[in-house]
């Protein structure tokens, strides 16, 4: 259970943007929690992404901003410099994980033991989720496979999210199926994205849309993934 609630809602946000920004003070209007995943290696950094005929800020805080603009939620490994894990070897793996993660604590004031793996399509393989579980301080790590399902999983360092938050039919009616659920054993809604994503297709009020209607349900813990994912399974 979470907080002797049978139903928790979280939220997971990749790459450490500006946009984040925007979305914290969303989040926070409406009681919910995320967590965060930076490159400590990009901090500081300036850039910009083209999504078809739309080009967005791709830029990243400073370090010395971090603490600041994540307070209130969980802060978590992304890697040093976002490579396509798989590829690697093993003593790469673990120096981009590890070293991001150490340089994350020291700024959260907190041991960071989550990460989401970096990139899109095959992000992770059954060898880069093994290296991370025995040789580094994570105890979660996310991938970008999301199952529509809210059931407890057993292996942490492959997670599936329930849902891309893009995906808006299917978060919206996901949504509506949680709230109405009353089940007998726990139960996770994970939801994941870029912030940067909502500039891209104009789609801030849509969230803020969701956000009230996942908001604010007296049988719903809303946490962070560590919160969730951790302590859940601790009081399963």
Request: aromatic share 12%.
């Amino acid at each position: 259970m979470f907080n002797g609630k049978m139903k928790a809602v979280t939220f997971s946000y990749d790459d450490g943007i500006t946009q984040d920004q925007r979305l914290i003070h969303l989040l926070n209007r409406y009681g919910l929690k995320a967590t965060f995943n930076l490159n400590s290696g990009f901090f500081g950094t300036a850039g910009a992404l083209i999504r078809g005929n739309v080009t967005v800020a791709h830029v990243r805080p400073r370090t010395e901003e971090i603490a600041g603009i994540y307070r209130g939620h969980e802060i978590a490994g992304h890697t040093l410099t976002h490579p396509s894990l798989p590829t690697l070897p093993r003593t790469e793996i673990i120096r981009q994980v590890e070293e991001d993660r150490k340089a994350l604590s020291a700024l959260a004031g907190y041991e960071v033991v989550g990460m989401a793996y970096p990139g899109g399509g095959i992000n992770y393989d059954a060898r880069s989720a093994e290296i991370i579980r025995t040789a580094t301080g994570m105890k979660y790590a996310r991938t970008t496979v999301c199952n529509g399902s809210f059931d407890l999983q057993e292996d942490l360092f492959r997670f599936q999210p329930t849902v891309f938050h893009m995906d808006f039919d299917e978060m919206f009616r996901l949504g509506a199926e949680f709230i109405r659920m009353k089940p007998d054993r726990p139960q996770i809604f994970y939801i994941w994205g870029h912030a940067y994503e909502f500039d891209i297709a104009n789609t801030w009020e849509r969230m803020e849309e969701f956000c009230r209607m996942i908001s604010g349900k007296d049988d719903i813990f809303y946490g962070t993934n560590q919160e969730v994912l951790l302590t859940g399974r601790q009081e399963v």
